[in-house]
Each structure stands twice: as C-alpha cells, then as structure tokens.
C-alpha cells in the first residue's frame, strides 16, 4: 500500500523545487487514476496498476504537446536561451 505514494509524493515533491508551489490536483489526481485502473483492469497486482498509471501519463503528456504543437511553439524559446540555429546544417547534422 505504501508503494501507491512513492509516485505522488516524488512528483509533488519535484514540482514544488521547479515550481515553488504545491498543487493538492495533481496529487489527487494520481490517486484517482489509480483507482480507475484498477477497476477497470480488476487487478490487485500493485505493480501493474503503478507500471500503467505511468505508461498513461506518458501518452497524455505526448499527445497534449502534439495538440499544442509545442514544438514550433517554444522553439523561438529555445532559439534565444540555447543560441541555436534552426534548420541544423547538413554538414553538423552528421555529427
């Protein structure tokens, strides 16, 4: 039981050094999904339900960004901060 908040307990704890806040959502909300998984998939097995909770954020956080399309979105972000130079010259890109 105490594996289930390993996850929420990292991620908040990680949010709150980058961010400086604490959001009481985004805790629940792993807890929630937890528990939607493991009714849905009607399992016991801790560490499936951990392993597909990951898996499923993974996904969301793919498909959020392609919708977003952040790509070309913080791309001029990245420009400035990192110096870079877009598209990559055929002769570095071998490197």
């Avoid at 604490?22 to 909300?29: K, M």
């Avoid at 999904?33 to 898996?55: G, M, S």
């Avoid at 110096?83 to 570095?92: A, D, G, R, S």
Wanted: proline share 3%; no cysteine.
């Amino acid at each position: 039981m105490y594996l289930y908040l390993v996850t929420p307990l990292l991620g908040s704890l990680k949010n709150y050094v980058k961010y400086k806040r604490f959001n009481v959502f985004i805790f629940i909300r792993t807890f929630y999904i937890y528990f939607i998984l493991k009714l849905f998939i009607q399992t016991n097995n801790i560490w499936l339900v951990l392993t597909l909770e990951r898996w499923f954020f993974f996904a969301f956080k793919i498909i959020r960004s392609l919708i977003n399309n952040d790509y070309n979105t913080k791309k001029q972000k990245y420009i400035k901060k990192y110096n870079l130079i877009y598209p990559i010259p055929e002769n570095q890109g071998d490197r």
